[in-house]
């Protein structure tokens, strides 16, 4: 029952607090202000769900996105707690998943902004504005092109083995992302960078230690969401290896039975999804 134990310690009072990186306070003079303006940014729309307004926003001659929570409401955070989910209520989730994301040495996008304002659960408002990273390819978009342009061996390789150690320093750090999909990972396109950033972690989970379910349904995640994109069964191999930090013998005789449960949601996933 940690679901409930974690859900129930978000209907905690919120202290409201404004947080303004260096790089954009010339822009908001006045902190006393700042909450209201950012909530009031408009810009490109990306997403506008379930209380959350995702938004491509310029300040200066720099873009950024922004997230805009605006109170999901009693009926859905009662729908998400019944289901056995915790509600998202807050962008208070995002901000500290990437905070420990960034200490545990995974590239995630920089947080310029963030706040947080009132204690009701169902109105609380919050923000959380991140610079944009660009020029940028998300894995699931660059697997497409896979299938008519395969890629070499050792690029192939490197980003298996990178999204592989990504997933296992989430885990053995009690982080679980609940979206865990190529399309959540975001390869750079410029020249000479190799680097390779975790986004949307709004519904991410940090705990001492990660349940083994959700370590499953996170992994499943990503077995669905790269179904389509022509890996084989040695490019699985080569996932399990690394991300387990055993040989393929070893991993199989010890968690053949996790991996089967991998590889049987993430199956029903896609068949549900197709």
Known sequence: MDWWIGSLALL???DNNVYLDPTIQCFFPDKQLAFDQLMALRGECFRDVKGRLTQRVSLGDKTYFIKQHRGVGW???LKNLLQGRAPVLSAK???????KCQG???EVPKIVAYGRRGCNPARMQSFILMEELAPVISLEDLGKTWLKTPPSFTEKRQLIESVARIARILHHNGINHRDFYICHFL???RTGSHSLYLIDLH?????CLTPRRWIIKDLSGLYFSSKDIGLTQRDLYRFMKVYSGQT???TLKSDRINWKKVRARGERLYSNHT
């Open 12 to 14: 905690k009072r919120e």
């Open 248 to 250: 393929l013998g070893e």
């Open 203 to 207: 519904r991410a989970q940090i705990r």
């Open 75 to 77: 009926i859905e955070i």
């Open 187 to 189: 390869l750079s396109q």
């Open 104 to 106: 545990l040495g995974i």
């Open 93 to 99: 989730l995002e901000w500290q998943a990437i905070k």
